[in-house]
């Protein structure tokens, strides 16, 4: 009944109902939330935004390595030579357009020096308010809570000629 009235709209569970793939395997009573790009995947919700970014971050490096980058340089801001591929498993290409053209740069004109930033400037609804209901319903949020901070990286990637 508390569940209904907090306006937080969960939904309840069981463990044999849980779908496969979620990450890391569900506790009782801990609050999980989905990934905004991948449905197979949740987070507890304490550690939402850390773990989102850090996903975000490794599709990011995975995307450099596979178009062939020799030399990865990684900036806080506030591999083997082959052929430029992309792989097929990732999440964020599709939304990210600044990824998307720097694509084209290295397969379609053979780019040797590319930069990427990486943005978390979203807190998807996963803020002190949820925070607040969650926990007002006798439920847990997995880990310790960490507000959203908008995060800005650099990677610059150097590559063979093409």
Known sequence: MALRESG???WVVGRSEVPKGIMPPPLDGIVYIGHPADPAIYYPAGEFHRRLFEHKFCEAVDLLMALGATQIT???KDGMSQEPQVPDHLVWLDSERSWQTLVRARQEHGAAKLGLVLRYES???VNADLKAKIEG???SLGGRFAEQRDTVWRLDAEFPPA
């Open 8 to 10: 937080l709209g969960l």
């Open 74 to 76: 990684v900036e806080r």
């Open 123 to 125: 807190d998807y609804g």
């Open 137 to 139: 319903v006798g439920l």
